[in-house]
């Protein structure tokens, strides 16, 4: 069984910093892309970024673009997301998520969730 | 950015009933569709893809159906393991985007 794992998480002030990373175990990421997916609490999925398999390339939603930036390590089976000037709104659980099968866009295998707290 | 707009945001229902979904999007997005199931606390949950294709191991009971903008998720016999909160997601260009939700609890 796919098995995504997060660490990372926990409470930060407002404009801090903090590494989220997601750990795959039983399969390798290196075929897949990747992405990141947030919730806030009590509300619904919001994307957040996306890699390819070769960090060939990286997409943002607008809420994050030049705040957060989203890589990986192949060779380390892992998926990170670096996030920058966080704000209040950032608090969520953020999950990472494998495409299903290439650049479908699809996301068939989650982790566990992470919650990010962003408060003074 | 493309809007995906769910409707209803709530349904009650009862073990047994058949349960439809819809989910509209802003512009064509051909197949280029999701839905996921999620539970409290929980990961989401991908149930349907490219519109109508059914996830390795989800009951034939979910069906998915639609192109362009109007897309339908349809239980067609609510089992009590299926009372969660459905959302579907386009997957037609960045950024990528989710309908608000759909919950479904008990009558």
């Known amino acids: 069984q796919v098995q995504l794992v997060e660490s990372g998480g926990g409470l930060v002030k407002p404009g801090g910093s903090l590494r989220l990373s997601c750990a795959a175990s039983?399969?390798?990421?290196?075929?897949?892309?990747m992405t990141w997916i947030r919730q806030a609490p009590g509300k619904g999925l919001e994307w957040v970024s996306y890699i390819s398999s070769s960090s060939g390339f990286t997409y943002y939603a607008d809420s994050v673009k030049g705040r957060f930036t989203i890589s990986r390590d192949n060779a380390k089976d892992s998926l990170y997301l670096q996030m920058n000037s966080l704000r209040a709104e950032d608090t969520a659980v953020y999950f990472c998520a494998r495409d299903r099968l290439g650049a479908t866009r699809f996301f068939d295998f989650w982790g566990q969730g992470l919650l990010v707290t962003v408060s003074s | 950015d493309i809007q995906m707009t769910q409707s209803p945001s709530s349904v009650s229902a009862s073990v047994g009933d058949r349960v439809t979904i819809t989910c509209r999007a802003s512009?064509?997005?051909?197949?280029?569709l999701a839905w996921y199931q999620q539970k409290p606390g929980k990961a989401p949950k991908l149930l349907i893809y490219?519109?109508?294709s059914l996830e390795s191991g989800v009951p034939s009971r979910f069906g998915g159906s639609g192109s362009g903008t109007d897309f339908t998720l349809t239980i067609s016999s609510l089992q009590p393991e299926d009372f969660a909160t459905y959302y579907c997601q386009q997957a037609f260009n960045f950024p990528l985007t989710f309908g608000g939700g759909t919950k479904v609890d008990f009558k």
């Open positions: 490219s519109a109508a």
């Open positions: 512009q064509g997005i051909s197949n280029w």
């Open positions: 039983t399969f390798s990421i290196s075929d897949s892309h």
